[in-house]
C-alpha cells in the first residue's frame, strides 16, 4: 500500500511539472493529472531500463524516491501529455 502511495505521489509531481512544461489543459483536470502521471512513470520507468540495455547509464536517471525514478518520470510524462493532448484537442494545438 505504501508503494502505491509513492507512486501517486511521485505522479503527481511529474505530471504537473510536466504541465509547468508544457502548458496545456489536461482532460479530466485532477484525476487526468493523475493518470498522465502514472502512465508517465510507467513509461518513463520502461524507457529507463531500455536505455540502461544500451549502456546509457547516467547519474541522473538514478535520481528518485524509493526506486521511483523522477527525470525518466518526468520525461515520461510530458510525452504523454502530450500525445494526450494532442489526441483529444487537435486543432487547438496545431
Same mark, same amino acid.
Given at each position: ?17 510536466? !504541465? ?5 489543459? @489536461?482532460? $479530466?483536470?485532477? /484525476?487526468?493529472?493523475?493518470?498522465? =502521471?502514472? %502512465?508517465? *512513470? ?15 547509464? !547516467? ?5 528518485? @524516491?524509493? $526506486?521511483?525514478? /523522477?527525470?525518466?518520470?518526468?520525461? =515520461?510524462? %510530458?510525452? *504523454? ?14
Amino acid at each position: 500500500m505504501q508503494h502505491l502511495a509513492i507512486h501517486l505521489v511521485v505522479a503527481v509531481i511529474a505530471a504537473s511539472i510536466a !504541465n509547468i512544461l508544457i502548458p496545456r489543459r @489536461i482532460p $479530466g483536470r485532477f /484525476l487526468g493529472l493523475i493518470l498522465t =502521471g502514472l %502512465v508517465g *512513470v510507467w513509461a518513463g520507468e520502461i524507457v529507463f531500463k531500455v536505455l540502461k540495455g544500451y549502456g546509457v547509464n !547516467n547519474a541522473v536517471f538514478h535520481w528518485g @524516491i524509493l $526506486g521511483i525514478p /523522477l527525470i525518466p518520470s518526468i520525461v =515520461g510524462s %510530458v510525452i *504523454v501529455l502530450f500525445v494526450v493532448t494532442t489526441l483529444f484537442h487537435p486543432r487547438r494545438y496545431m
